[in-house]
C-alpha cells in the first residue's frame, strides 16, 4: 500500500526515483531464503527507515495520504469482503499485522464499508506534526520479518483474543509465520499466499505453510474453510 505514493508519484520525481532505487537494493534481500534471518532484520529496519525518512523529506501528509487512498489502483484480494463478513457475523476477532502504515489500512478499509468492530490494526503507525506532515514512525518499526516479536500483550487487542484456542494465520512471506508468537493456542492452520510470478520459492512456501494459494487468487478456499469449521 505505501508503494502507491511511488507508483503514483505523489512526492514528485526525486522522490520516486530514490523509493525504486531503495526497493531494489533491499527486496532481493527480504525475499532470499539463504541470507541469515539476523541480518535480514537488519537491512529491513535500514530500509524502512530510511523510506521514512525520505518520505517526511519530501513532504508526504494525511493530505498525499487520504488522496492515494481515495485515488488508488490498489484493488483488494477478490472475496475478502466475504471473509471480513463472516468473521464479523460470528463475533470471530481480526488481528491485522502489518508493515505497512495503519493511517493506509484504516482508509481502505473504510472506503471498501469494512470497518468492523472485530478488526484490530497492529502496524506502523505515522507521527503527524500540527499541520498534518508527517515526521516519522511513532514507535518502533514492524517489517516483514519482526511482526512475531511485537508484543501483543501489550495491546488492548489481548483482551478479546485472551481464551481463543484456535488460530488462522494468513500470511503472503514466510515471515509472517512468527505473527502468532505470543498467542497461546491448540489449533494453528497457516496459509500462504505465494504472489510471485516465478515458482523460484514455491516448494520452500509448500514446506513452511500448510496450505499455498498461489497467482495471487482469491479468499474462495479460506472462506470455504471457515463456512466449514463454522458448520
Do not use: C
Amino acid at each position: 500500500m505505501i508503494a502507491q505514493i511511488r507508483h503514483l508519484g505523489y512526492l514528485g520525481e526525486e522522490y520516486t526515483k530514490k523509493a525504486y532505487a531503495l526497493y531494489d537494493q533491499y527486496n532481493p534481500i527480504e525475499i532470499d531464503p539463504t541470507i541469515p534471518q539476523e541480518i535480514k532484520n537488519e537491512k529491513m529496519v535500514e530500509w524502512w527507515t530510511t523510506h521514512i525518512k525520505i518520505q517526511a523529506e519530501y513532504g508526504l501528509s494525511k493530505q498525499v495520504l487520504d488522496d492515494v487512498v481515495q485515488n488508488s489502483t490498489f484493488k483488494l484480494r477478490d472475496k475478502i469482503k466475504d471473509f471480513f463478513e463472516i468473521l464479523n457475523k460470528n463475533k470471530i476477532p481480526i488481528l491485522l499485522f502489518s508493515a505497512g502504515a495503519g493511517y493506509f489500512i484504516r482508509g481502505y478499509l473504510k472506503k471498501n464499508n469494512l470497518e468492523y468492530n472485530n478488526i484490530s490494526i497492529i502496524s506502523n503507525e505515522y507521527d503527524f506534526n500540527v499541520d498534518g506532515k508527517v515526521l516519522g514512525y511513532k514507535s518502533k518499526v514492524i517489517h516483514t520479518f519482526n511482526k512475531g516479536e511485537i508484543a501483543v500483550k501489550d495491546d488492548p487487542v489481548y483482551s478479546k483474543i485472551l481464551h481463543k484456542e484456535n488460530i488462522i494465520l494468513l500470511g503472503d512471506s514466510l515471515g509472517d509465520l512468527d505473527m502468532s508468537k505470543g498467542l497461546e493456542h491448540k489449533v494453528k492452520i497457516t496459509i500462504g499466499f505465494y504472489n510471485e510470478k516465478d515458482e523460484k520459492h514455491l516448494e520452500l512456501y509448500k514446506d513452511k505453510f500448510d496450505i499455498v494459494i498461489t497467482g495471487d487468487g482469491p479468499m474462495d478456499y479460506v472462506n470455504e474453510l471457515l463456512k466449514n469449521i463454522l458448520e
